[in-house]
């Protein structure tokens, strides 16, 4: 028994190693069954599935789905499905149940998301979700999310396991924002129109990793105002490999 134990354990561990992390491109598709004259409701949605590694391909293809679920659903109802056909049944179905209720009005509904992977590594997988929608009102909502991965386990890395010392990267990474947008260097981070937090600086909730360098991304809303659009900072892998952890 001891032997059969130990010879599966090796078998799999030869599977394992004979297989390298792939990943395949994924598209979906669903439109309103309302009729509708023209701008019908859709949502398209393209992503990269991983596959051939089994429990890491598992753990990042859940951790994408579930970052596209909080872009996709609309209802208060907790969403347990994992099935992307059933999602974005859910983003049209929310349409036309108020197309239902209000009949005489027209008002444009749509949604498209693109993932790519845009930087891997034997440290670091990153995944870019650009996405927009549209669910009625003056504009739409569109921005950027980073999915950063371990490549051999597929579990998350969060942004702050990518500095040795985040403390001071971020004082660095402010020098440089302030000089690029004009703000005094001793007056407030909004002293030009920025809408930081309690008036501090802080590093954005994407930070993407590029074949040149680290690019971080202020989406719409989280450091200025829609009109005033998403703000970047991108810093060349020469310039910053003191302050990072994981490259």
């Not at 809408?195 to 989406?219: A, R």
């Given at each position: 028994m001891k032997q059969i134990i130990i010879l599966s354990g090796m078998l799999f561990l030869l599977i394992s190693c004979s297989s390298e992390l792939a990943f395949e491109k994924r598209s979906f598709t669903k439109k309103t069954t309302l009729p509708c004259k023209k701008n019908c409701p859709e949502i398209n949605v393209k992503i990269p599935f991983a596959k051939d590694v089994p429990v890491v391909a598992d753990s990042i293809n859940k951790k994408v789905f579930l970052a596209l679920k909080e872009i996709i659903y609309l209802e208060k109802k907790p969403f347990h499905s994992t099935n992307y056909n059933e999602l974005l049944a859910s983003f049209i179905q929310s349409y036309e149940k108020i197309q239902k209720e209000f009949p005489n009005d027209t008002f444009g509904w749509e949604g498209e998301i693109n993932g790519d992977i845009i930087y891997q590594s034997d440290s670091i997988l990153n995944i870019r979700i650009d996405h927009y929608t549209f669910t009625g009102g003056a504009h739409g909502y569109e921005g950027l999310q980073s999915l950063l991965f371990d490549p051999d386990t597929g579990k998350s890395i969060s942004n702050d396991k990518l500095f040795k010392n985040k403390n001071a990267f971020k004082a660095f990474a402010e020098k440089k924002f302030r000089a690029k947008y004009n703000i005094p260097e001793n007056g407030s981070i909004n002293a030009t129109g920025?809408?930081?937090?309690?008036?501090?600086?802080?590093?954005?909730?994407?930070?993407?990793?590029?074949?040149?360098?680290?690019?971080?991304?202020?989406?719409?809303?989280?450091?200025?105002?829609?009109?005033?659009?998403?703000?970047?900072?991108?810093?060349?892998?020469?310039?910053?490999?003191?302050?990072?952890?994981?490259?």
């Open positions: 920025f809408q930081f937090e309690e008036d501090k600086f802080e590093l954005p909730q994407n930070i993407f990793y590029t074949d040149k360098g680290l690019l971080l991304h202020y989406n719409q809303y989280e450091a200025a105002s829609y009109s005033d659009g998403p703000k970047e900072l991108f810093f060349p892998y020469t310039e910053i490999n003191e302050f990072l952890a994981i490259k």
